[in-house]
Structure formats: structure tokens, C-alpha cells
């Protein structure tokens, strides 16, 4: 068998994906998430689907949202296998809900899903018998992940399940089937504490039922007597607390009198208290004056004490300001000499332009090009006069060759090469005519610059001289040094005419504002004559004690308002003549003193209350409950005989279950005799694949529980895996899976290693890759890397692979 074509529709990042693989070796290569496991976990997906390992239930794993689609509504595709030369095609829809699987002869189009292995739990058909191929077997045999070499738990009981059938001459045998099958008789039997309605559930409680029926009727009985012991002594304490209720009831009447007696004498106290109050309110004599204007003029009063304060404050500041004023002025120069020259800043300012001027004037006379030029033009006069002679040299003796050639020899025309020489010649010396014109008329426009600067100089420095004469200085340097000794005793002197300034305007301000002080003073004086003459009053301290006896008397008011109420509060009115009445009357009757306190009282008159009737509730509950105890009780002999039935039925019960259990027993005892008679068989296969991808260890021992072992090649001693490198362990770990695929499959089944070479060295890597060669050359194998040694060493020892690159 060999997955031949994967077409994703859409699952995890993948959507519209064809990918096609071939018999033999095929290796996916790809970058880090590329989609590799991607493409891995969607060959399993179309296999098995996103179901958990439960037969109970349908429930799914945590891949199904892993890998769902974001932006589509779906989750699924189609897997082509050829399966001994006939094309299946699987399409499989993994949506919740929707999940459809349907299973087509790809060469015909017919759909054969009916002749495929239906499974109940997840109600869709299966590609391969649960026997054969299910996750579990295909998850720790044919398919390894990155860093998952390792075997599961559950793969125990399907490896005990193959060596059953593999020792039973190819029958269709199951361990699990027969113990399964007893397993289910027994649980129907149930236990006795197991609620599922089985018999024996049943039988237990029903005896645990009649043997608590049998048990409350004995009970029952004990507690009648008991019960009328209980109601005798319950009558005596109703009697008793009776007693002690009707004592509490007297002391409360007692304590009320009391109490109405202490109220009524608090009430009188009150009473004379109020009177009294009236008739000092009678006694308080006073004019009618008002409180507003009082408080106003008092008011003022302190406003005008304050506004005196600061007039005092503010004539001390002015004649200290005065002070500062006059001792200024003495300081002051007279007359002010240093402002006889007004312009001398501007003559400053002139002078500085005027040098400024001088210094750019002498620079540019300086720097003049006239002696550069007058040597230039020495130089081009001598170079003319240099090539004009050899020029008429030149010229003559080329006449002179032709002259000479036409009388005498023809061979002296040879000196007609100098005409080339005079025609040189000539043009230099023309060339140097030219530019001496030039330079003459440069220095003639030079010389007439030279005489304005001169003329322009001279004017400069009679200007500047004639400033420094005005101000009797002898250089530029002294006339500088006087502008700013003038300048500086200017701004001193321009500071203390400021600050002259300044104090006379404090001063003004000063005086305008104790005028503005008197002025209010004088208002608020007025003001406080005008209230005395409305409230009739001379003086602020009659206006004041008028006001005091106002506010007494309102005092007296309101404190005789408050008496009425307290009085009211200790008997109303509506009250008072009854209180007065049962005073006098219990006065000369009731001589009996209570001490309590009459909430004590009260509370323990009603827990006596309380006591009494929580008693005769008693004794009613339990008059009841002896009723009811004895309209219940059964006949002590039937539930008796009851019990005995029962008990014999459970016997039975027990003696099956013991059957049950030595039955299974037996199984499995036979399960680990076949183990023990296949395991030397897988021992040596396993032996013989450890031996070739590790180079190492030949001898791999596996107990019933798959714990492995390997044995040392030199002491022969078992080590434990958890001894191992981690390399070497996922070496053991795929030989244990090659083995058990090989031993349990007789089908061919392509093998998926996801990244599985990731801890391996190149040397392990190439003993591994060496023997999926050489052993499994009728498989497929999809290898799924990001490394592209797994390629490099794979041609070593085939060029027969098929290459695919994820981007």
C-alpha cells in the first residue's frame, strides 16, 4: 500500500493544495513552519478523523481547532491510496456536524464505503478494520512525530490482543473480545455498592432495607419507653417554671408602680424647673433694638480700627520715604555736567564709521595688483621683442633658400623649413602685442583708482582728526576712552534720576492713599451714628447690653420650649391624670420593694414563658411520635423470614461472579504464556534492527508491559532506557517501532517520520536512513524534514526518491 495523491481543500494554512507522492522513499522538504506537519497531521485527519480513543461517547481531540480554517467554512479534502494495484479514493468532511466520510473505487467512480469497516462510536466507515489499523497502533508504529519516538500506554493491551492471533494459527481470536465479553456478564452482575440497577445491587440493598426494618422496630420499641419517661419529667418541669413565671409577673407589677411613681416626680421637677424660667423672662426688661444693625455697627467698628492702623503705617512709610527722597537729591552733581556735549554718542558713532572706512581704504590700496602688472608687462615686452627677431631670422632665411635654390643647388630649399618656424613666431609675438595693449590699460585704470582712494583717505583723516580736536583729545585712542568714561557716569547718573523718580511716585501713592484711609474712616463714622440714633441708643456698649438681655431672653424662650417637650416626652398629657391617679392609689397599698431590673425582669419572665411552652411542644412531639411509632412498626417474625430469602438469593449471586472472575483469570494467564512463547520471536527481530541503525547494540529485550531493555555488547548487562542518550534512546525507540510494525502488519503500510531525525548525528542519521533503504524497499516512506542532510545521505545509497519543496 502507498498514499499515492493528498488534495486539500482546506485545512489548517493550506486551501486548494495538490500534492502527489510516490512508492519508495519521499522526502517533504521545507523551512520551519512551512506546513509540514500540517500535511502530516492531515494524512492521519483523513484516516482516523479528529476523534478521541472513546468507545463510550463521540468527542473530539484538540487538534480539530488547531488545525480549523480561519476564513472558510471548509475542513476536509481527499486522500488517494493504492492499495495491491486498486486506486481507493477517501473524502472525508471534518466539520462538526457535518462530518461525512465516503470511500469511492477511484478507477470506477463507485462507491464502495459498504464493504469498509463502519464504526458505531463515531457512526462513519473506516478505511481499515479497528483490528488492523487503528490510531493507536498507527501513532506508536507507522507514524513518528518531532520528539515523539516514545510508545504509549494503551498500545499494551493491542499488542497482547496481535500475539493472541498471531499463535492462533491466523483465527480471529481477541483477548480483549473474550475478556470483554465476561467483563460485561460480570458488570451486569453489578457489587453492592455499584447503583446501576444490577441483581446484585438489588439483593444488597433490599437486605440492607429489611435489615434496618428489623433494627427500627427494636428501636422503636426502647424508644416508646423511653419517650414516656421523657413526657413524666416533662410535666414536672411545666409545673415548676409555671410557678416561677407567676413570681416574675409580680415583681414586673411591683416595678411598673415604681417607676410610674420616679416619672411623675421627674415630670413635677421638670414642671417647677419650666415655671421658673418664665418668670425670669418676665423679669428681663430691654429696648427694642435690633441685632442686624448691632452686629453691623460692631462690624464697623473694627473696620475703622483697622483702616487706623494702616493710616499710622502709612504716614511712618511716607516719611521714611522722604527721608530716601532727600538723601538722593544730596548726591545728585549739580548742574549736571556730564550732559554738556548731547552729541557725543553721535560723534562716536561717526567716528566709528569714519575708521571703519580708513581701515577698508588702506586694505584696498594695499592690496593693489599694479606691481604684478608692471611686471607682467616688462616680461610680455621682452617675449615680443624675443619673437619678432626670430621671426624676420626665420622669414630671411627662407627667402634666402629660394633666392639660392633657383641659382645655385636645389637642395638648399631644405632652409624653407624655416617659414613654419617664422609663422610660429609670428603668431606668438602678435599674441604678445595684444596682451600687452591689455595690461596697459589695466594699470592706467589702475593708477586712476589709486588716486581716488588717496584723495577719498586724506578727506577720512581730517574728519577724524577735526572729531578728536572737538573734544580737546590728543589720539583716537583718548577720544574713545572719554566716550566711555562719559557713558558710564551717564548710566550711573541715569539710575539715580530713576530711582529719584520712583520714590516721589511711592510718595504720591502714600498720600493718596491715606487720604482714601480717612476717607472711609470718616463714612463708617457717619454710618455708626446714623444705627445709634435709629436704635435709640447713645453708646456702643448701651446698644450691647440691649442686645444681651434680647438674647438672654431668647435663651429663657427656647430653653422653656425644650422643658414642654421633655415634659411631654417623660407623661404626655393625655396620660398625666391617669399616672397621677394609679400613684395615689398604689401609694398607701403597694409597700413591696423590687430591686431588679425590669427588662431583667420582663426577659426572665418570658424565657419562663418560652421554657413552658417549648416544653408542651415537647411533650406533644413526642404523644405524636409514640402514636406514629406504633401505627408503623411491622411484624418482628415476617421481616425475619424475609431476610433469611434474601440472604441465600446473594449466595448465589456470589458463587456466579466467582466463575466470572477465574474465567477471565484464565484468559489472561493464557495471554502471558503466548506472549512468553512470541516474545523470543520479537526479541530477535528487534535485535537484528537495533543492530543496523546503531552499529552497537545488537541484543533488545521487551517484557509484557513493553518495558524495554538493551543489552551491553561487552558485560552483556540489560541497561535501562532512561541510561541512554538521548539519541540512542530515539534509535531504540524507532527499531521498537519498525519491529512492531513489521511483526504485527502483514500489510505494508507507508511509514511517516515527521522531523524524526532531529537529535540524531550524521552517523546515526546514516545508519537509520541506510536501513529504510535496504529493508523497506516494497514501502512507502514519507519523510518530513527542514534539514537537507536527510537528502544528501538518503543519496548515498539510492537516487531513486521523490523530492518535494514546501515554500
Known sequence: MYIKKLIISSFGKYENEQIEFKEGINIVYGENESGKSTIHKFIEAMLFGFFKDQKA???????????????????????????????????????????KVIIYDNNTGEDISNKYYYDV?????????????????????????????????????????????????????????????????????????????????????????????????????????????????????????????????????????????????????????????????????????????????KKNMDEINMLQKQVVSGIEKKEKCKNEISKIERTLPRGHSLYKNRDFKLDYNEMQNLNNEKNILVYKRQNSNQVLLEDKLKKDREDFQKYCIIFVLSLLSSISSIILGLIHDPLLYVFLLFLPIAYLNYKKFNHRKKEISIVKKQLLEMQNTYEELKLRLETVEININNIIKKYDCKSYEEFIGEYYQNAKDTSALDKVKEELIILRERNKNIDDSIEFLEEEIRKLKDENYSLLEKNNVNTLEEFEENINNILRRDQLKLKSENNKIVLKNIIPIEELQKVISNVEIHTSTEERTVYDDLDNLMKYETSANEKIKSMEIEKSKLEGQIETLISQNASLPDVENEIIFIENEILKLRSKEKSLQLAISTIQNISEEIHNELAPELNKLLGEIISKITGKYQVLKVAKD??????????????????????????????????????????????????????????????????LTDNNKKRQILIFTSQDREVRITEKYTLQYNLIKLH
Open 121 to 297: 462510536s463515531t457512526k462513519l466507515y473506516a478505511p481499515f478494520d479497528d483490528s488492523v489499523m487503528n490510531r493507536r497502533i498507527y501513532k506508536n508504529t507507522i507514524s513518528i512525530s518531532q520528539l515523539g519516538c516514545g510508545t504509549s500506554s494503551d498500545l499494551i493491551e493491542e499488542l497482547k490482543d496481535k500475539l493472541i492471533n498471531l499463535n492462533d494459527s491466523k483465527s480471529d481470536l481477541s483477548v480483549r473480545t473474550a475478556i470483554s465479553s465476561l467483563s460485561d456478564s460480570l458488570y451486569a452482575l453489578g457489587t453492592e455498592k455499584r447503583k446501576n440497577n444490577s441483581p446484585m445491587y438489588e439483593m444488597q440493598t433490599s437486605l440492607e432495607k429489611l435489615q434496618k426494618d428489623r433494627n427500627m422496630i427494636i428501636e422503636n420499641m426502647d424508644k416508646v419507653s423511653t419517650m414516656v419517661s421523657e413526657i413524666n419529667i416533662l410535666d414536672s418541669n411545666i409545673e415548676k417554671n409555671t410557678m416561677i413565671k407567676e413570681k416574675y409577673s409580680n415583681d414586673i407589677k411591683a416595678l411598673k408602680y415604681q417607676k410610674e411613681r420616679i416619672r411623675l416626680e421627674e415630670y413635677n421637677r421638670k414642671l417647677d424647673e419650666n415655671n421658673n424660667l418664665l418668670k425670669e423672662m418676665r423679669e428681663i426688661k430691654c429696648f427694642n433694638v435690633s441685632e442686624k444693625d448691632y452686629k453691623h455697627l
Open 57 to 99: 461517547r463521540r468527542a473530539y481531540s484538540d487538534d480539530y481547532n488547531k488545525y480549523l480554517p480561519l476564513h472558510t467554512n471548509k475542513y476536509g479534502g481527499i486522500l488517494i491510496f493504492n492499495d495491491q494495484g486498486k486506486e481507493i479514493r477517501i473524502e472525508r468532511n471534518l466539520l462538526k456536524g457535518k462530518d
Open 706 to 771: 513493553l518495558d524495554i531493555k538493551v543489552e551491553h555488547p561487552i558485560d552483556n548487562q540489560l541497561i535501562d532506557l532512561n541510561k541512554l542518550s538521548s539519541g540512542t534512546l530515539d534509535q531504540v525507540y524507532f527499531a521498537f517501532r519498525m519491529g512492531l510494525n513489521q511483526f504485527l502488519n502483514k500489510s505494508e503500510f507507508p511509514i511517516l517520520l515527521d522531523e524524526s531525525f532531529i537529535q540524531y548525528d550524521d552517523n546515526r542519521l546514516a545508519n537509520t536512513l541506510k536501513y
